[in-house]
């Protein structure tokens, strides 16, 4: 699963190059990809965490894993509004920035 994370979050950073339809293509495609390998990590982070544990510091762990997800939802906010603040002359490689990142764990 974190190969397809990592596939689909390159794929969409680098090969969305050409005309509209293009574009919209490699990225529906790519995206999906993604979605496939976030969608496996997400239950199987949780379930990782807290193997071969006992009761009570598994469902801690399993906590953990949950609450840290949101932080990492918002952080591709903060990044664009970082970027567009910070980097204002390089505006076109904005969202190829943003959705390459999605390739760091």
């Given at each position: 699963?974190?190969?397809?994370?990592?596939?689909?979050?390159?794929?969409?950073a680098?090969?969305?190059?050409?005309?509209?339809?293009?574009?919209?293509?490699?990225?529906?495609?790519?995206?999906?990809?993604?979605?496939?390998?976030?969608?496996?990590n997400?239950?199987?982070?949780?379930a990782?965490?807290?193997?071969?544990?006992?009761?009570?510091?598994?469902?801690?762990?399993?906590?953990?894993?949950?609450?840290w997800?949101?932080?990492?939802?918002?952080?591709?906010?903060?990044?664009?509004?970082?970027?567009?603040?910070?980097?204002?002359?390089?505006q076109?490689?904005?969202?190829?920035?943003?959705?390459g990142?999605?390739?760091?764990?």
């Amino acid at each position: 699963t974190n190969s397809h994370t990592v596939l689909g979050s390159l794929a969409s950073a680098l090969l969305s190059v050409g005309d509209s339809q293009h574009v919209w293509g490699v990225i529906t495609l790519s995206r999906f990809i993604l979605g496939v390998g976030v969608g496996g990590n997400y239950p199987l982070s949780a379930a990782k965490a807290s193997h071969a544990c006992g009761l009570h510091e598994a469902v801690q762990r399993a906590g953990n894993a949950f609450f840290w997800q949101a932080p990492g939802s918002i952080s591709p906010y903060l990044l664009g509004i970082l970027l567009i603040h910070v980097f204002p002359s390089v505006q076109p490689l904005h969202f190829r920035i943003l959705l390459g990142m999605g390739a760091i764990p």
